[in-house]
Every structure is written in C-alpha cells, then in structure tokens.
C-alpha cells in the first residue's frame, strides 16, 4: 500500500497567515494527489486534485504543487472559514486508495 | 445540483449487520462510480471500497474483506454498503462519494454505533 505522510499534524496558524501542508508518499505517485478540507461533523470537500488543479469554486487562495513523492498545499492568506483539517490522497493506486492522517490547522 | 443523501443513523449490537444507503440525484447515475469511506471517532478518513455503478463490479479494501458488500440500484440511482459482523471498532461516520477519479461529491455521512 502507498503511505502518505502529511506535516505537521497541528498548525497554529493567524488569519492573514501563508500556510504550508506537506504530504509525503512512500513511493513515486506522479501527481495523482488531491487535497480535502473538512470541518467538524461535516464530509470532506475536494479542494485540489491532479497535484495542483483547483476544483470548481476553490478559492484562488488555495495552491497544490508537486510532484513524484512530495507535495504541498498553500493557503495564501487564511481567512477564519479555512481553519479545518487537511487531508491528502493519493489515486496512483485504486487499490487501496490512501489519505495522510490529517493537519488540523487552528488558531 | 448533484448530491449524495445517506440514510440515517443506526445503532447496532456486536455482531449483526447493518446496510447503509446512498441516493443520487442531479447527474446519471450510472456515469459514475461509488466510493465509501468511514471515519472513527477522531480519526482519519479510511477507504473502504469502490463500486463501479455501470459494471457492478467491486473492490474492497483488505481488512474489510469477507465482512462488507456494496451494491448499487440504478433503477432508484441508489448505492448501498453493508458490512457484516460487527465489532466496536466499526463504531465511525460512513460516506459515500461519487468517483471522478477523485471524491468529488460526498454524502453527508451516517454514524454508527456498535455497543452492547
């Protein structure tokens, strides 16, 4: 199975603030990677997904890059509905397809 | 607009079973698979297993083998898990997401509960 390996766990972040999450995989995923955001008792939403594309209504805030086994999720200013927790997946294996354990950023 | 609705909570004992549903709206059904996914008190996302709605063919994940079943009805556009067997350890919120490669749109989620 792909493990990914997100960090940090926790973030404390301000609003204003440029924020960084990191998801490393266990083996080379080209860019099947998508980013989620999911707040309490809510389902996660689809943020980012071939590594860096912005889903449909995405705030421009939001970036993803990378590539192989290294990839990263930019808030560029975070704003007070963006503290949630993160998480990444990978799609290079259906089979299982796996999620990092979450980056929960907060204030 | 495209949604997922899940059915509602359930409460269960250690060892029956319980099936859960998911029903589609908004987009053909039969154009996208199902994923589910649980997520136990606290913790992360985990994979259960797919569906393909055109093929009805399926995938599990290993841990889950053996104990859980998805089907879809695409006479009502609805798509259904059921895991058998259950432990405390299968005390968690269940999604089902539509599958554009990605989980693209998700259900609301349904708890349940696994006590005695």
């Known amino acids: 199975d792909i493990q990914l390996t997100q960090s940090p766990s926790t973030l404390s972040a301000s609003v204003g603030d440029r924020v960084t999450i990191t998801c490393r995989a266990s083996?080379?995923?080209?860019?099947?990677l998508a980013w989620y955001q999911q707040k309490p008792g809510k389902a996660p939403k689809l943020l980012i997904y071939?590594?860096?594309t912005l889903e449909s209504g995405v705030p421009l805030r939001f970036s993803g890059s990378g590539s192989g086994a290294e990839f990263t999720l930019t808030i560029s200013s975070l704003q007070p509905d963006d503290f949630a927790t993160y998480y990444c997946q990978q799609y290079e294996s259906y089979s299982p397809v796996t999620f990092g354990q979450g980056t929960k950023v907060e204030i | 607009q495209v949604q997922l609705v899940q059915s509602g909570a359930e409460v269960k004992k250690p060892g029956a079973s319980v099936k859960l549903s998911c029903k589609a709206s908004?987009?053909?059904?039969?154009?996208?698979?199902i994923y589910w996914v649980r997520q136990a008190p606290g913790q992360g996302l985990e994979w259960m297993g797919w569906i393909s709605v055109y093929t009805g063919n399926t995938k599990y994940a290993q841990g889950l083998q053996g104990r859980v079943m998805m089907e879809t009805d695409t006479s009502t556009s609805t798509a259904y898990m059921e895991l058998r067997s259950l432990t405390s350890d299968d005390t968690a919120i269940y999604f089902c997401a539509r599958d554009r490669d990605v989980f693209d749109v998700w259900g609301q989620g349904t708890m349940v509960t696994v006590s005695s």
């Open positions: 071939k590594a860096s």
């Open positions: 083996q080379n995923i080209e860019t099947w």
């Open positions: 908004g987009y053909t059904f039969r154009d996208y698979g």
